[in-house]
Nanobody
C-alpha cells in the first residue's frame, strides 16, 4: 500500500504560480511511478503530468506543456508539480497518484490516489 497526501493548493490570480506537493508513505516510493491528474467541476478527471520512478522520463498533457514541471525527491518520499503561468482553465481538484514500476498517462492504470487539493485560478 502507498498512502498519498497532496498539499499546496489555493487561490491564485491568472499568470501566477503554485507548487503542489505529494507526500508518500507506506510502500517504497521509489518503486512507483507518479502522476498528477485534475478534475474540474462537471468534467472527468484528466491527466496532467507523470514521472518515472527515478525521474528520467516525464510526460505532460499538451495543455500544460511549457508551464508545468513535474519532479520528485525519492529521499523525501515526495513528488511535486510546479505550476507557472496559471490560467482560469487550470482550476480544479488536483490529485497525485502512484502505480507500481512503469510510468503511465492513463488514469485507470494508477493503483493509489490521494484525496486531492483544490486549485482555483481567478482574478
Amino acid at each position: 500500500q502507498v498512502q498519498l497526501a497532496e498539499s499546496g493548493g489555493g487561490l491564485v490570480q491568472p499568470g501566477g504560480s503554485l507548487r503542489l506537493s505529494c507526500a508518500a508513505s507506506g510502500r517504497t516510493f521509489s518503486n512507483c511511478a507518479m502522476g498528477w491528474f485534475r478534475q474540474a467541476p462537471g468534467k472527468e478527471r484528466e491527466f496532467v503530468a507523470a514521472i518515472s520512478r527515478y525521474g528520467g522520463t516525464t510526460y505532460y498533457a499538451d495543455s500544460v506543456k511549457g508551464r508545468f514541471t513535474i519532479s520528485r525527491d525519492n529521499a523525501k518520499n515526495t513528488g511535486y508539480l510546479q505550476m507557472n503561468s496559471l490560467k482560469p482553465e487550470d482550476t480544479g481538484i488536483y490529485f497525485c497518484a502512484a502505480r507500481r514500476v512503469a510510468v503511465s498517462t492513463r488514469r485507470e492504470e494508477y493503483d493509489y490516489w490521494g484525496q486531492g487539493t483544490q486549485v482555483t485560478v481567478s482574478s
